[in-house]
C-alpha cells in the first residue's frame, strides 16, 4: 500500500517584493491511519505546505504524491478522497449550519449524509442555526463537519483549534481522536505543543520551511536525553554564562539559559536537584526560583532553535 | 434527490442569502419603486400655472379687475403702486397691469412666465374693452401616457436595475466569497467551476424576473404605465441584460481580493452608466462628439432597447442592433473574466 502521502524536496516561493521562501526543500512521508502534526511557529511554512498537499496552490518544484496519486493526473479522484478545513474559512452568514454541510456534501459522489457530519462533531442542537450566529469554536466544528461530509480517506485541519478557548479546544481534540479511531488519516497543523503531543501519532517540526525534527512525541522528547527539566535561577549571579558546571551535574543531559534562568534537561530530578543545591552553596549562591516539570515538543524546539514556538 | 444535486445546493444557498438579507431586498426591490414614486411625483404632469397677475389700485381698478375670470386662469389681487416693484421681483405675480384709458403692462420679458402673461392679458383687456375675435378656436388636449416622464421614466431605472443587479449580485457577492476564503474552500472540493458560476447566473436571472414584474405591474398600477410591445420581448431582453452586467460584474470581480477594490471598480464602471446612459434623462442631452461612445454602452442600448418596446410597441428586428451591441459586451467580459479569475 502507498504512503498516504509522499513529499520530495518540496520548494515554494511567493512572488513579492523581496520574494518569500515560504518551504525550502520539504521531505514528508504521512503512514495511511496515523495522526500526523505539522508543528511549527508562525510563518514556518505549514499552510503552504499543507495547501500544496490539498492541491489549492502549485509547488515552485518538488514532487507530491497523495495514496499514489498525483494532481496533475488524478485531480478529480483526489478532490473526491481528501476534505479540508482551512485556517480561516468564513463560511456564508446566511444559510444555517445543516445548509452548509448539505451544500458541500452535494459535491461529492459517495459522501455521508449531512446529518452524520453534524453528530459527528457534535453540532445537532446548532442544526438550524444560522451560521452568523455560531461562536467561534462552534464554527470551527462546522469547518470540520464540512471536511468529513465527503467520508474522506485523508483529513487535512490547518489550526483547527487556534484562538479556541480550553473548552472548545478538548471538545475538538476529542473530535479528532474519534476520527482516528475510524481510521482516518489526518494531518494536523497546529502551534500548540501539547495539542500535538496529545493528537498526534508522529510530528514533523517545521522552522523555516524545512522538516527539523520528525518522529512520535514521545521520541522526539526522549531525544533532548531526558524526560524532566530542572528549571533554576540565582540571586546574586547577574547572569550565568558557564554552563559546564551545571552540565556536570548528575544526570543532566542538557542545559540552555532561559531569560535570567537556566533551564537543565535531566532524567533524574531527584538526583539532580540535591546536586544542584550543594553546587549552590558552595559558590556562595542562593536560588531564587526551583521547579520541575514534563519535558515537552516546546522544550524540543527551544533546544533545536533557540526559539519558542510562540513568542508569548 | 435534490439534496445531492450540486447545482440545485449552490443555485439555493444564492437565493438563501439573498431573501434573508432584509437591506438587499430591499436595494433591488423597494428602491426602484421608490424612485419611480419620487420622481413621478416631483415630475407630474401639473395644470398649467394659475397667472398671478398685480393691479395697482386706483382709478379705473375695479373695471380692469372684472376683465379677468377665474375660469380662465388668472389670479388678480390689488396692490399699492409702492408694492408692484418688490411684488414682481419676488415672483408673486407674474404681471403689473397700471389701470388708465391706456393701461400699463409692468413685466421682466426674461421671465417665460411673465411672457406668457403678457400674452393672456392683452387678450383679457381686448376682449373686455370689447374686441371681437375672428375665428374661434377649438382645442384638442393630447397629455397621453406614454409621453409623460414617469413613461421615460420606468425602463430607465429597469436598466438600472438590472445594471447594479448584475453588478453587486455577482461581482460584490464573488468579491465577498473570496475575501472569506470560501472560493478557496469551494475549489478544494469536486465542486465543479461551471456549476458555480451557472448557480450564480441562475439567481440573477430568477430575481430578475421579480425585479422587471414588480416595476412594471407597479408602474401600471400606479401611473397606468401600458407596455406598447410583448411582454415575452421585455423579458428576454431583460435576460440578456442580466446575463451582460453579470459578465461584467464577473469581470470587475475576478481579480480583487478586498470588498473595498471591488466596490471602487462597480462605481467606476456603473457611474459613468447612471449619468449617461439615459436612465434619467436623454442620452442625447451629450454633445455629438461623445455620441457614439455613449451608443456603445450596454447600459444605453438596453434603456434605449425597453424603451422602444415598452413606450413604441417596437419589435425584435428593429432592435437587432442593439441586442447586438449588449450581447457582445456580455460574451466578450464573460470570456475575460474566466481567463482571469482568482479562486484563492
Ligand atoms: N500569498 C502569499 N504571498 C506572499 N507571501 C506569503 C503568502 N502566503 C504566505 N506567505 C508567507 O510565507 C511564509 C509561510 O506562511 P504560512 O502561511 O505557510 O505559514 P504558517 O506556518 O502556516 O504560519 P501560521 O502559523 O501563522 O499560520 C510566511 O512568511 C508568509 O508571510
Ligand atoms: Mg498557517
Redesign the interface.
Known amino acids: 500500500m502507498p504512503p498516504a502521502i509522499l513529499v520530495r524536496d518540496l520548494k515554494k516561493t511567493y512572488p513579492a517584493k523581496p520574494p518569500v521562501e515560504a518551504v525550502r526543500g520539504l521531505d514528508l512521508e504521512v503512514r495511511v491511519g496515523e495522526c500526523f502534526g505539522l508543528l511549527g511557529p508562525n510563518g514556518a511554512g505549514k499552510t503552504t505546505t499543507v495547501e500544496i498537499l490539498e492541491g489549492i496552490l502549485a509547488p515552485s518544484s518538488g514532487t507530491v504524491e497523495l495514496l499514489g496519486k498525483t494532481w496533475a493526473r488524478d485531480e478529480s479522484a483526489l478532490r473526491e478522497a481528501i476534505g479540508v478545513s482551512l485556517q480561516e474559512t468564513k463560511f456564508a452568514e446566511k444559510l444555517t449550519v445543516l445548509e452548509t454541510i448539505r451544500m458541500f456534501g452535494s459535491f461529492y459522489q459517495r459522501g455521508r449524509p449531512p446529518e452524520e457530519a453534524l453528530a459527528a462533531v457534535g453540532l445537532e442542537e446548532k442544526r438550524d442555526a444560522l451560521v452568523s450566529n455560531l461562536s467561534g469554536g462552534q464554527h470551527q466544528r462546522l469547518a470540520v463537519a464540512v471536511a468529513l461530509v465527503g467520508d474522506p480517506e485523508l483529513l487535512f485541519l490547518d489550526e483547527p483549534t487556534t484562538g479556541l478557548d480550553p473548552q472548545s479546544r478538548r471538545q475538538l481534540w476529542d473530535i479528532i481522536r474519534s476520527l482516528r479511531e475510524r481510521g482516518r488519516t489526518i494531518i494536523l497543523t497546529t502551534h500548540y505543543m501539547d495539542e500535538a503531543e496529545r493528537l498526534c501519532d508522529r510530528v514533523a517540526v517545521v522552522d523555516h520551511g524545512k522538516v527539523i525534527a520528525l518522529g512520535s512525541p514521545q521520541e522526539l522528547i526522549r531525544s533532548l536525553g531526558g524526560d524532566h527539566v530542572v528549571e533554576f535561577a540565582l540571586k546574586n549571579v547577574e547572569r550565568a554564562t558557564d554552563l559546564a558546571p551545571y552540565l556536570a551535574l548528575p544526570s543532566v543531559r542538557g542545559a540552555r539559559p532561559e531569560g535570567e534562568a537556566i533551564q537543565l534537561t535531566v532524567t533524574e530530578p531527584h538526583v539532580t536537584i540535591p546536586a544542584l543545591l550543594d553546587h549552590a552553596r558552595k559558590h556562595a549562591a542562593e536560588l531564587s526560583h526551583l521547579s520541575t516539570r514534563h519535558a515537552s515538543l516546546e522544550d524540543v524546539f527551544v533546544s533545536l532553535t533557540g526559539r519558542h514556538l510562540r513568542d508569548e | 434527490m435534490s ?4 447545482f ?3 443555485f ?2 444564492r437565493m ?2 439573498f431573501y ?2 432584509p437591506e438587499v431586498i430591499f436595494w433591488v426591490f423597494g428602491f426602484p419603486i421608490l424612485l419611480a414614486v419620487g420622481l413621478g411625483i416631483a415630475f407630474r404632469e401639473k395644470a398649467p400655472d394659475e397667472i398671478a397677475v398685480g393691479i395697482v389700485r386706483g382709478a379705473g381698478d375695479e373695471q380692469t379687475l372684472a376683465a379677468f375670470d377665474a375660469k380662465d386662469g388668472f389670479k388678480v389681487k390689488l396692490i399699492d403702486a409702492a408694492d408692484s416693484e418688490n411684488e414682481l421681483r419676488l415672483g408673486k405675480v407674474a404681471i403689473v397691469v397700471v389701470p388708465s384709458a391706456e393701461p400699463t403692462l409692468q413685466f421682466d420679458p426674461t421671465r417665460p412666465e411673465s411672457v406668457l402673461a403678457r400674452a393672456r392679458v392683452d387678450a383679457a383687456l381686448q376682449r373686455a374693452a370689447g374686441r371681437v375675435d375672428p375665428l374661434s378656436l377649438r382645442e384638442d388636449l393630447v397629455t397621453k401616457p406614454g409621453a409623460r416622464y414617469i413613461d421615460f421614466l420606468i425602463p430607465g431605472l429597469l436598466g438600472m436595475n438590472i445594471m447594479s443587479g448584475g453588478l453587486w449580485g455577482i461581482g460584490f457577492v464573488i468579491v465577498e ?1 473570496r475575501s ?3 472560493l ?2 469551494l ?5 465543479k467551476k461551471s456549476h458555480f458560476m451557472a448557480a450564480a447566473i441562475a439567481a440573477r436571472m430568477v430575481l430578475v424576473i421579480g425585479e422587471v414584474t414588480l416595476l412594471l405591474f407597479f408602474g401600471w398600477l400606479v401611473f397606468d404605465l401600458v407596455i406598447q410591445g410583448s411582454w415575452a420581448f421585455v423579458m428576454a431582453l431583460a435576460f440578456l441584460g442580466a446575463f451582460t452586467f453579470a459578465g461584467i460584474g464577473l469581470l470587475v470581480a475576478s481579480r480583487a481580493r478586498k470588498i473595498e477594490t471591488v466596490s471602487g471598480l462597480m462605481n467606476l464602471v456603473m457611474m459613468p452608466m447612471f449619468v449617461t446612459s439615459g436612465v434619467f434623462f436623454s442620452s442625447e442631452r451629450f454633445p455629438d462628439v461623445v455620441q457614439p461612445l455613449i451608443q456603445a454602452l450596454p447600459l444605453t442600448a438596453l434603456n434605449d432597447a425597453l424603451r422602444a418596446v415598452i413606450l413604441e410597441g417596437a419589435d425584435v428586428t428593429s432592435q437587432l442592433p442593439r441586442i447586438a451591441i449588449i450581447g457582445a459586451w456580455g460574451l466578450v467580459t464573460f470570456v475575460l473574466a474566466l481567463r482571469f479569475f482568482r ?2
Open positions: 439534496d445531492r444535486n450540486p440545485h445546493q449552490l439555493l444557498a438563501r442569502d434573508r438579507q466569497m472569506r476564503k470560501l478557496k474552500r475549489i478544494a472540493t469536486p465542486m479562486w484563492n
